[in-house]
C-alpha cells in the first residue's frame, strides 16, 4: 500500500542552472509528479523545496537528472530533510533572491534553436524574420549577463520592457518562454539599423537587413554587429571583395573564416566529417575547420596558406535573416553563386574586437563601407570560436553530439560532469583541437583537483587569456589576443574586472610570466596581492595537466616559437620534469640551441633562421645551389651582414625553438621568406607535404652537459641535403614531419628512462600542426608512454594562464607566496635525487 506520509525535501542545485530554463523544468516536473513547494534562484544556484509522497520525490530525482533542459549543467545536488509545510496545495516560482558569492555556472552563448527558427520564417508567426528571436533554450548568455543571479534586471536587456504578449509567454509555465531573460518581439525587442560610413542612417527594421544583403551582394564590405562583438563581412566568392577588405583591415594573407546558410552549403566546399558537422549544426556552431575542396566557389584569397578552410553556419538569428535575403539577392544577380560570406572578427588586426556602435564606427571607418547595427548592448567582447576535429586514437571518428549529463535515477553526485563533442555546456571536447576557445565555451569552467582560494593567473603575451580560480574550478577568459598595444590591453583589464565581480571572487594570488616586460607581468603590481612567477614552458606543461587533474610527477614536451628561458637564451623545443603537487620544475632536455640573428626580426623574417642553421652547420656561403632568399638579389645586402652578425655573434640570442626550426626549414626551401602573421611559415611548410611519403629523417637524441638534446641541426642537414640534390619540397616537408616527431618521442623515451615516469604532457602553439598533433601522441602511445593533450583550452599560449593559476594553488598550499609587491619563483629545478614515483 503506498505510503501517504508528506514528506519535504530541500534541493540546492549548483552549476549551470540559470539563464537555461532550469526553473520552468523543475515547475513542470514537480507537476507532473504532483509535488508541492517552489524554486528560486539565488547565488547558490536554484533553490528547490519539494513535498509530497517519497515514491514521487523520488521519480522526481531521477527526471532532475536524467530530462534536464539541453543547456543545463548540473554540478553538485545538496539534499535535505525539512520540516512539511501543512496545507500547501501547489508549486511556485518564487522571486530570485541577491546575495554574496555565489556557485552559479554562466551559460554561454548559444546557436538559435529549431523551435525558434520555424516561428522566424514562419510569416504567420509574430516574430517573422526577427533578428532577435530567443527561447529558454537557445540565444545569448554570457555577452549579455552583468551580474548574478541571472534575472533581466541583471543582463543588456533590462532596458526593453516586456510588451504585454512577451509578458504573457515569460509568466506562463507551459511556454519555453517562462523566464527567457532576454525574451523579444519587434514590439519590444532591440531593433536594427543599416548605416553608411559617416554614420547616416540608411534603414532600419527589416529593410535594414534587406538592404545589407543587396550591398553584400553588391561586392561591398559590411561591419555586422553580432552576439560578442562585429563582424566584418563581405562576399566570400569575390576576389575583389575578399582583396578589398584585406587590403584595409592589414590582414594580408591569415586565413579568414566563412559563414554559410547550411550544412549542405558547407559539404560542397570542404570535406565535412560526422563529428565536424555535428559542430557546424549544434548549440555552440563554433567556426570548424575542415578540408578545403579545391575550385568549389570560393575566392582564393580566403586561405592562401593551407588548405583548410573555416567554416561556420548561422548561429544568431541576426545571421538567419541576413542570409535569407543574400541568397535571394544572388539568385537574381549572380545565379549559381556560392552564397558564403567571409565573417572575420571585427577589428584592425592585433586590436581586440570591437563592441559598441559608436566604437566601432570610429575603429572600423576606415574599412566597413556600411554598419549594420543593433541596439542591445554587448557586454563581453567574445569572438568566435576555432576548433578542428581530430580522429580518434583508434582511427574511429569520436562519437558526436552531447554526452548524458548525469547518471540515471537519482540525484547527482559531487564533481565534475562529462564532457563530449557538441555538448552544449561543455568546456571542451575530446577529439578537438581548440585554436581559439571564446563563444559558445566561454565562461564553462576547467575542474580542477580539490578546493582552493581564488589565484589569478596573468597570462602571457601572445594569444592572451587570464584565469582566475574558484573552489575547484578554474574560470578561463575568452581570447583577448596580444598584448602589444593600448587597446588590447585595456580589453585583458575589462576582462579581469569582469570576470572578479560575476563570479564574486577576490583572488589572494597572483601568477605572472617570468619576462619582466609583458603587459600581463606588469600588471602584477597593480593587484596589490601577493604574486609568483612561473617560466612560460612549464606553464604550459602545468595547464595540459591541470585539464587532466593531474597532480603528480609528469614529463612534458613544450614546443613552440619563443618563451623567456631561465638561463638567458629562447626557450621552445622543451623536454621538461613538473611535479605539481611538490612544486618542482626541471629542464631535463631541448633541442640544439642556435642563433635567432636580428632578434625579434628572426622570427618576422624566416629566412634568417635558415641562414643561422647553414651557418651551425658549417655553410656559410651558397654552395651546390643558391639559397632562395637570393633570387633576385632582393636580400643579397642583408644576408651578408646576417652573416656578419652570426660570425661575430651580435645581436644573435640563442634559441632552443621549434618554431624557428620550421622557419628554417620553410626559409631553405623558399616557402616562407617574410611572414605577416605569426606560425605563418609553418603552416605553410605543413601544407605542402606529400602525404604518401614514408621516409624521415633520422633525429638523434645525445647528452650535452646537463641536459638531453634533440639534434635539430642533423635534422636540418639532411633537409639541406635533399634540397641541393632537388628533391621536391612536399617529400622534404613530409620527412622533417617524421623525422621531428621520431625524434621526440626518443628526447620523451630517454626523459622517461632517467626517470620512471611515464606520462608525457604534450603543450605550445606547434602542437596546433595538425599533423603533430595526430601523429605526436599515438607515436609516444606506441613507444609505451601515455601522452595527454589539451582537450579543452588551446595548446597554444592561450593555455598559459590555467598553467599558472593551477600552479598558484599549488604555491598556496606549501605557503611559498611572498608577499604583496613580491615576485618569487618556488621549486625551480628538481631537488629529489629523481627518486619519482611513475604515475600520478
Known amino acids: 500500500m503506498p505510503d501517504s506520509t ?40 536554484v533553490v528547490v523545496e519539494l513535498q509530497g ?73 509574430r516574430r517573422y524574420l526577427y533578428p532577435f528571436t530567443n527561447c529558454t533554450n537557445c540565444g545569448p548568455r554570457h555577452t549579455i549577463t552583468r551580474t548574478i543571479p541571472y534575472d ?135 567556426i570548424v575547420l575542415c578540408r578545403a575542396i579545391a575550385d568549389a566557389g570560393l575566392s582564393a584569397l580566403i586561405a592562401p596558406d593551407t588548405d583548410a578552410l573555416g567554416l561556420m553556419l548561422p548561429y544568431t538569428p541576426l545571421h538567419q535573416v541576413l542570409f535569407h535575403h543574400y541568397r535571394r539577392e544572388l539568385r537574381s544577380l549572380a545565379p549559381g553563386r556560392t552564397a558564403a560570406l567571409v565573417m572575420t572578427s571585427g577589428n584592425i588586426s592585433g586590436e581586440p574586437i570591437c563592441l559598441g556602435n559608436r566604437e566601432a564606427a570610429r575603429r572600423l571607418g576606415a574599412i566597413a ?67 581559439r576557445r571564446a563563444r559558445g565555451y566561454v565562461p564553462g569552467p576547467v575542474f580542477l583537483a580539490g578546493d582552493a582560494p581564488p589565484v589569478l593567473g596573468l597570462g602571457p603575451l601572445l594569444k592572451c587569456t587570464v584565469t582566475l580560480t574558484k573552489g575547484d574550478r578554474a574560470f578561463v577568459s575568452q581570447h583577448i589576443g596580444d598584448l602589444e598595444n593600448l587597446e588590447t590591453y585595456a580589453f585583458y583589464r575589462e576582462t579581469i574586472a569582469h570576470m572578479r565581480r560575476v563570479l564574486t571572487a577576490e583572488p589572494v594570488l597572483a601568477v605572472r610570466d617570468a619576462h619582466p616586460d609583458y603587459l600581463s607581468s606588469r600588471h602584477a603590481a597593480e593587484l596589490g596581492i601577493p604574486a609568483v612567477e612561473l617560466q612560460h614552458h612549464f606553464a604550459h606543461i602545468h595547464a595540459v595537466l591541470a585539464e587532466h587533474r593531474f597532480e603528480g610527477p609528469a614529463l612534458g614536451l613544450a614546443l613552440d616559437g619563443s618563451g623567456y628561458g631561465l638561463d638567458g637564451t629562447v626557450w621552445g623545443g622543451e623536454g621538461l620534469y613538473v611535479h605539481p603537487r611538490a612544486l618542482v620544475n626541471e629542464r631535463l632536455g631541448r633541442l640544439t640551441p642556435v642563433a635567432m640573428p636580428g632578434g625579434e626580426a628572426a622570427i618576422r623574417e624566416p629566412w634568417r633562421m635558415a641562414q643561422s642553421y647553414l651557418a651551425a652547420i658549417g655553410e656559410k656561403e651558397p654552395s651546390g645551389r643558391a639559397w632562395t632568399w637570393l633570387e633576385g638579389q632582393k636580400r643579397a645586402q642583408a644576408s651578408r651582414l646576417v652573416g656578419q652578425m652570426l660570425e661575430k655573434g651580435v645581436n644573435c640570442p640563442r634559441t632552443s625553438s621549434c618554431g624557428r626550426l620550421f622557419d628554417a626549414v620553410a626559409g631553405l626551401l623558399g616557402l616562407s621568406h617574410e611572414i605577416s602573421y605569426e606560425g605563418q611559415a609553418a603552416i605553410v611548410l605543413e601544407r605542402v607535404q606529400d602525404a604518401s611519403e614514408t621516409h624521415a629523417y633520422e633525429a638523434s637524441v645525445a647528452r650535452a652537459g646537463e641536459l638531453l638534446e634533440l639534434d635539430s641541426l642533423g635534422l636540418f642537414a639532411q633537409v639541406l641535403a635533399d634540397w641541393r640534390a632537388g628533391v621536391p619540397a612536399p617529400r622534404i616537408s613530409r620527412r622533417f614531419h617524421l623525422g621531428l616527431i621520431a625524434g621526440l618521442v626518443r628526447l620523451a623515451g630517454d626523459m622517461a628512462e632517467a626517470t620512471g615516469i611515464a606520462t608525457v604532457g604534450l603543450s605550445g602553439g606547434a602542437m596546433q600542426n595538425f599533423t603533430l598533433a595526430t601523429r605526436l ?26 598553467g599558472q593559476a593551477a600552479y598558484g594553488r599549488m604555491a598556496l598550499c606549501s605557503g611559498q607566496t611572498g608577499q604583496t609587491g613580491q615576485s618569487v619563483q618556488p621549486g625551480q629545478s628538481g631537488g629529489d635525487g629523481f627518486s619519482r614515483e611513475p604515475g600520478r
Open 152 to 286: 533581466r534586471p541583471g543582463t543588456s536587456m533590462a532596458c526593453f520592457p516586456l510588451c504585454p504578449a512577451c509578458e504573457r509567454e515569460y509568466r506562463d509555465p507551459a511556454d519555453r518562454r517562462f523566464h527567457a531573460q532576454p525574451n523579444a518581439c519587434p514590439e519590444c525587442g532591440p531593433h536594427v539599423r543599416l548605416a553608411d560610413a559617416s554614420g547616416a542612417t540608411l534603414a532600419e527594421r527589416g529593410e535594414a537587413l534587406e538592404r545589407c544583403a543587396r550591398l553584400l551582394a553588391g561586392g561591398n564590405v559590411v561591419a555586422v554587429k553580432g552576439l560578442g562583438g562585429f563582424h566584418l563581412c563581405c562576399d566570400a566568392a569575390s576576389d575583389a571583395a575578399v582583396a578589398r577588405l584585406r587590403a584595409r583591415k592589414g590582414r594580408p594573407n591569415k586565413p579568414l573564416a566563412v559563414m554559410v546558410a547550411d550544412a549542405q552549403t558547407a559539404k560542397s566546399l570542404a570535406r565535412v566529417d560526422e563529428a565536424s558537422a555535428a559542430l557546424l549544426t549544434g548549440h555552440i556552431r563554433p
Open 777 to 802: 601522441p599515438r607515436a609516444l602511445r606506441l613507444a609505451g608512454l601515455t601522452a595527454l593533450r589539451h582537450e579543452i583550452l588551446p595548446p597554444g599560449d592561450a593555455c598559459i594562464s590555467l
Open 53 to 125: 509522497s517519497l515514491e514521487a520525490l523520488g521519480r522526481f530525482g531521477a527526471g532532475l537528472t536524467g530530462e534536464a533542459p539541453p543547456l543545463a549543467r548540473i554540478v553538485t545536488v545538496v539534499s535535505e530533510d525539512v520540516e512539511p509545510v501543512p496545507g500547501e496545495t501547489a508549486f511556485g516560482i518564487r522571486q530570485s533572491l541577491a546575495g554574496t558569492g555565489h556557485a552559479v555556472l554562466i551559460a554561454p552563448d548559444t546557436a538559435v534553436c529549431p523551435d525558434c527558427l520555424a516561428e522566424m520564417f514562419n510569416p504567420a508567426n
Open 369 to 435: 563601407d556600411a554598419f549594420l547595427f543593433h541596439n542591445r548592448d554587448i557586454l563581453i567582447r567574445t569572438d568566435d570560436s576555432v576548433v578542428r576535429c581530430l580522429p580518434a586514437p583508434d582511427g574511429q571518428p569520436y562519437a558526436s553530439g552531447a554526452p548524458p549529463q548525469t547518471p540515471p535515477g537519482g540525484m547527482i553526485p559531487p564533481g565534475p560532469p562529462q564532457r563530449g563533442p557538441g555538448a552544449p555546456a561543455a568546456s571542451g571536447a575530446p577529439g578537438c583541437l581548440y585554436y
Open 6 to 45: 508528506l514528506y519535504r525535501r530541500r534541493l540546492t542545485i549548483a552549476g549551470q542552472v540559470q539563464g537555461v530554463g532550469f526553473r520552468p523544468f523543475v515547475y513542470r516536473l514537480a507537476g507532473r509528479e504532483g509535488l508541492t513547494g517552489f524554486a528560486f534562484n539565488d547565488v547558490r544556484g
